[in-house]
């Protein structure tokens, strides 16, 4: 159904699809854009994660509603911080519950985009819904697809509406207290309500679907956690490990060399920032702008395989600590198919942090505790190639 609306199909290679919320509309507002879609976009040239400034970048959407194309723009806006699709045709403005927009990235053409205006009621409308995946939809709920194959379609585990059922059952229960203090409570207690019984396999905990639960960020908490080791290959001018400690590290408190650094897209105070190249299909770490370590695609790629696999995300919201902590499951998403294009997404928008870390021992020789990609809880969902958002 999907290839049946797209005037270009074969040209597609992205597609996102999402229920309106009434705060979504042509130009005042725009289409929000949930950050799992950024990769749809373009990079943002110039952008600083840390700058007090909005972004634009132009971008042409294509459809029906657009005669023979219009320019639009593609917005990131600090403050809150997000992004929106703006200057779409005017029919966006004031839409039906329920309206969804489909919008796919033609990759014959730069940065131009079928968009299409889908009525609830419609066959169109609801074959769409089954054909994606999507339960019941809430306003917001959308689904993405960053390796659209025409013709293909959509597969997802028969086992999805039937969690999602318990889901719903667990939310509509409001703030549940912990039934295990620490960390780990937040994803023992949702599964325990599932009546999944705690062991040690390795396998997927839902009838083939892995359940994966986090806290959701709240105020300024930042809690990264390591998403995979993954040394690069050293491109500078340097001889061994020792060298580079020296050249670009410091002096810590035990009167050591040492590199302990964490590093985003934006310089730090060391110098280092990381750079996402999708013309040589490479991840940089640059040091005062000049390249100095490089991961390939296919290495960040085969990391990505090994460490993750489809899963339904669960996001909590919480109150209280230790043994009174209580869980409020509000959000559920559904991903497949791991993708390094939307890994350096979320490079460029300054999600992923790199840490570096070794330091010299009195012997001479280094001590490097392993190069670490890490992300935010709340972004692992952003790293697959499909996403459905179906609980907000």
């Known amino acids: 159904m999907v290839n049946d609306i797209l005037l270009h199909p074969q040209n597609c290679e992205s597609i996102f699809f999402k229920v309106l919320t009434p705060n979504d509309d042509a130009g005042r507002h725009g289409v929000l854009v949930p950050t799992y879609a950024y990769a749809m976009f373009p990079p943002i040239e110039g952008f600083d ?45 004031n839409a039906a519950m329920g309206t ?16 299409h205006i889908l009525e609830p009621g419609t066959v169109a409308y609801t074959d769409i819904l089954d054909e994606l995946g999507l339960v019941e939809p809430d306003a917001g709920a ?15 585990s028969p086992s999805l509406p039937r969690l999602l059922e318990l889901f719903d059952d667990v939310k509509s229960k409001g703030y549940i207290k912990t039934l295990r203090g620490g960390p780990t409570g937040v994803g023992y207690t949702f599964e325990t309500l599932l009546g999944i019984e705690e062991n040690n396999n390795r396998g997927p905990d839902f009838d083939g679907i892995e359940i994966k639960c986090y806290r959701l960020k709240t105020g300024t908490t ?58 040589d299909e490479k991840v940089y770490l640059a040091f005062n ?66 840490e570096l870390r070794m330091h010299i021992n009195d012997n001479g020789t280094v001590r490097n505790h392993g190069t670490a990609f890490r992300l935010l809880d709340d972004n692992m969902a952003d790293l697959f190639a499909e996403v459905r958002g179906m609980r907000e």
Request: aromatic share 12%; proline share 4%.
């Open 49 to 93: 994660a840390t700058a007090d400034l909005n972004y634009t970048e132009r971008v042409t959407f294509l459809g029906e509603q657009c005669g023979d194309g219009i320019l639009g723009s593609y917005k990131h806006y600090h403050r809150y911080p997000e992004r929106r699709l703006t200057q779409l045709p005017p029919c966006f403005n």
């Open 100 to 115: 969804a927009i489909l919008v796919a990235k033609l990759a014959n053409l730069p940065w131009t985009y079928e968009i």
């Open 142 to 156: 959308y689904f993405l697809d960053l390796q659209h194959t025409p013709r293909v379609d959509n597969h997802f």
């Open 222 to 279: 930042n809690i990264k956690k390591n998403l995979f080791l993954r040394e690069p290959l050293w491109i500078d001018a340097h001889d061994n490990m020792a060298e580079r400690v020296r050249g670009y590290g410091y002096i810590d408190e035990g009167g050591r060399p040492a590199l302990y650094s964490a590093v985003t897209v934006c310089p730090n105070c060391h110098g280092f920032s990381l750079e996402a190249d999708a013309d």
């Open 289 to 354: 702008g000049d390249r100095v370590a490089e991961w390939t695609y296919a290495q960040l790629q085969e990391r990505l395989d090994e460490k993750l696999t489809h899963a339904a995300f669960i996001g909590a919201k919480k109150r209280g600590t230790a043994a009174k902590e209580e869980f409020f499951y509000k959000e559920f998403k559904y991903c497949r198919h791991p993708s390094v294009v939307a890994f350096t997404a979320l490079i460029e928008s300054g999600h992923v942090t790199l």
